[in-house]
């Protein structure tokens, strides 16, 4: 649906999701630590918007979409 954006390209994907109006698509990555630090994994998240055909580059290793209904 889209191409990676840099901080995806040597990651491992490990999740792929879209909301329910599959206006906004999300693909996350793992890849290793730091050199100093390699046990822990770097999480990193692309959010894409199918509307604006913009993405946006964050780090995390989680992510979901809800609704929530205001009364």
Same mark, same amino acid.
């Given at each position: 649906?889209? /191409?990676?954006?840099?901080?995806?390209?040597?990651?491992?994907?490990?999740n792929?999701?879209?909301? &329910?109006? /599959?206006?906004?698509? $999300?693909?996350?990555?793992?890849? &290793?630590?730091?050199? /100093?630090? &390699?046990?822990?994994?770097?999480?990193?998240m692309?959010?894409?918007? $199918?509307e604006?055909?913009?993405?946006?580059?964050? /780090?995390?290793?989680?992510?979901?979409?809800?609704?929530?209904? $205001?009364?």
């Open positions: 649906m889209f /191409e990676r954006t840099i901080n995806l390209v040597n990651d491992r994907i490990i792929y999701r879209f909301d &329910p109006s /599959e206006k906004w698509l $999300v693909s996350i990555g793992i890849a &290793p630590g730091s050199l /100093e630090k &390699p046990q822990f994994i770097k999480g990193n692309q959010l894409f918007s $199918v604006q055909h913009r993405s946006q580059a964050l /780090e995390t290793q989680a992510t979901s979409f809800a609704t929530c209904k $205001v009364l």
